[in-house]
């Protein structure tokens, strides 16, 4: 057996990777192909035109890419900026500092914006050094739309606002990992310059994609930026795009079949019902941690994550124990606390082809794990607010009217 055998169905819930639909299973289940026949760069147009709507742009560039986040991070920085090039970024929990980490190494100079972990991107922060660099030394502001590390949802339609305000020409770089296709993300009415996820995210789909977005103002200062790159230097992209054939090496067929039958769910449903699902998912959510008497570690409702809830547990209780009880005990995979807040919470991600049933069987393990590991929660209690929420709120599935 090359699985650790557990009864039924494992209840995945940690924030990525997530389930993936039998739909999509079934599309990647098949043969590789030649990527240089006719079906494949007929399959990728589509795909290239359809992935747009999930940014919500009609003006920008895609490109899929046989990546991580991480890998999509490095694209979008390396193809629209040069060595010290200052940037502006924020700093407020484990991805967030990941992609710091990398924005350095790649030798940008970094202005860090640190908040405490648990709140959002400090704006006021931005605002003064907007307002201070009138030469527009700034080249670009990169935010991480949802920092799954804390469940902090940044409010990307304000910074757009305060770059207006101020009349700065900085690109904005937004993570969009554990946003996109699950939380309201509006590429060209934010004037967001580059966009990207991951395909274990909200698409749900298996690891290895990255998709990136690029405005035309990204793709002007890609003419022009002097990193080096060149696994992911968007021109050797835009050359096969010109040939019609698109894939400058070698693409992994089942992803691109798999990314077709996602994309097909995702429109079939209706892009704005999904994030609507994940509203009612996320708030249900929260619903059911305050009745169990614990915090969510977003400090404030404004910044509330519809994808992950990062749960606060008594200082007597070490979360990595609840994590791993859940585990252990009911075939449940819930997140870990990271870095600064290992052992001080755990995460439930509700984000991707999920439901009302299956977030409530997630609940109901967490009520039993939270007993399991000493703290008096009151079996039921979450389960039943999080149920008369959904209850209220969840519609018909239009489909089958
Ligand atoms: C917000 C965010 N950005 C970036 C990443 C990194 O993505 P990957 O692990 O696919 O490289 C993650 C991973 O969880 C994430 O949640």
């Given at each position: 057996?090359?699985?650790?055998?557990?009864?039924?169905?494992?209840?995945?819930?940690?924030?990525?990777?997530?389930?993936?639909?039998?739909?999509?299973?079934?599309?990647?289940?098949?043969?590789?192909?030649?990527?240089?026949?006719?079906?494949?760069?007929?399959?990728?147009?589509?795909?290239?035109?359809?992935?747009?709507?999930?940014?919500?742009?009609?003006?920008?560039?895609?490109f899929?890419i046989p990546t991580t986040g991480t890998g999509a991070w490095e694209s979008a920085l390396t193809n629209t900026l040069s060595p010290g090039d200052r940037i502006v970024s924020f700093l407020i929990g484990q991805f967030s500092l990941l992609w710091i980490d990398q924005q350095q190494r790649l030798n940008f100079r970094v202005d860090v914006i640190e908040?405490?972990?648990?709140?959002?991107a400090?704006?006021?922060?931005?605002?003064?050094k907007?307002?201070?660099?009138?030469?527009h030394t700034i080249k670009a502001v990169c935010i991480v739309h949802?920092e799954?590390?804390?469940?902090?949802?940044?409010?990307?339609?304000?910074?757009?606002?305060?770059?207006?305000?101020?009349?700065?020409?900085a690109l904005v770089l937004v993570d969009g990992v554990?946003?996109?296709?699950?939380?309201?993300?509006?590429?060209?009415?934010?004037?967001v310059d580059v966009a990207l996820t991951g395909?274990?995210?909200?698409?749900?789909?298996?690891?290895?994609?990255g998709i990136v977005c690029a405005s035309?103002k990204a793709m002007e200062a890609a003419k022009t930026a002097k990193s080096v790159r060149v696994f992911f230097d968007w021109n050797d992209y835009?050359?096969?795009?010109?040939?019609?054939?698109?894939?400058?090496?070698?693409?992994?067929?089942?992803?691109?079949?798999?990314?077709?039958?996602?994309?097909?769910?995702?429109?079939?449903?209706?892009?704005?019902?999904?994030?609507?699902?994940?509203?009612?998912?996320?708030?249900?959510?929260?619903?059911?941690?305050?009745?169990?008497?614990?915090?969510?570690?977003?400090?404030?409702?404004?910044?509330?994550?519809?994808?992950?809830?990062?749960?606060?547990?008594?200082?007597?209780?070490?979360?990595?124990?609840?994590?791993?009880?859940?585990?252990?005990?009911?075939?449940?995979?819930?997140?870990?606390?990271?870095?600064?807040?290992?052992?001080?919470?755990?995460?439930?991600?509700?984000?991707?082809?999920?439901?009302?049933?299956?977030?409530?069987?997630?609940?109901?393990?967490?009520?039993?794990?939270?007993?399991?590991?000493?703290?008096?929660?009151?079996?039921?209690?979450?389960?039943?607010?999080?149920?008369?929420?959904?209850?209220?709120?969840?519609?018909?599935?239009?489909?089958?009217?």
């Amino acid at each position: 057996m090359d699985f650790v055998y557990g009864p039924g169905k494992n209840h995945l819930f940690v924030p990525g990777p997530v389930n993936i639909p039998e739909p999509v299973i079934r599309a990647m289940n098949r043969n590789n192909e030649d990527y240089r026949s006719p079906a494949i760069p007929a399959l990728t147009k589509t795909l290239l035109e359809d992935v747009k709507k999930i940014f919500k742009t009609t003006s920008g560039t895609p490109f899929l890419i046989p990546t991580t986040g991480t890998g999509a991070w490095e694209s979008a920085l390396t193809n629209t900026l040069s060595p010290g090039d200052r940037i502006v970024s924020f700093l407020i929990g484990q991805f967030s500092l990941l992609w710091i980490d990398q924005q350095q190494r790649l030798n940008f100079r970094v202005d860090v914006i640190e908040s405490e972990w648990g709140r959002g991107a400090d704006l006021d922060a931005l605002a003064s050094k907007l307002e201070a660099d009138r030469s527009h030394t700034i080249k670009a502001v990169c935010i991480v739309h949802n920092e799954t590390a804390t469940g902090v949802t940044n409010d990307l339609a304000a910074v757009r606002k305060l770059l207006d305000g101020y009349r700065h020409p900085a690109l904005v770089l937004v993570d969009g990992v554990s946003s996109i296709c699950a939380i309201d993300f509006r590429m060209d009415e934010w004037g967001v310059d580059v966009a990207l996820t991951g395909s274990q995210k909200a698409l749900s789909m298996p690891t290895g994609m990255g998709i990136v977005c690029a405005s035309p103002k990204a793709m002007e200062a890609a003419k022009t930026a002097k990193s080096v790159r060149v696994f992911f230097d968007w021109n050797d992209y835009l050359k096969f795009y010109k040939l019609g054939t698109f894939w400058p090496y070698t693409p992994s067929i089942q992803l691109l079949y798999g990314l077709r039958t996602a994309l097909d769910l995702l429109f079939e449903e209706g892009l704005d019902n999904v994030i609507a699902r994940h509203s009612r998912l996320g708030k249900a959510t929260r619903l059911a941690v305050e009745a169990w008497g614990l915090k969510n570690c977003t400090q404030r409702e404004d910044w509330f994550s519809d994808t992950v809830t990062a749960v606060v547990v008594p200082p007597y209780i070490n979360s990595a124990d609840v994590v791993k009880r859940a585990w252990t005990r009911y075939n449940l995979s819930l997140g870990l606390g990271l870095n600064k807040v290992a052992g001080k919470v755990f995460r439930i991600g509700h984000l991707g082809n999920l439901n009302e049933l299956q977030l409530l069987g997630c609940l109901s393990g967490v009520e039993m794990v939270l007993r399991d590991v000493g703290y008096p929660v009151k079996l039921g209690s979450g389960v039943a607010a999080a149920a008369a929420h959904l209850r209220n709120t969840t519609p018909m599935i239009t489909s089958r009217i």
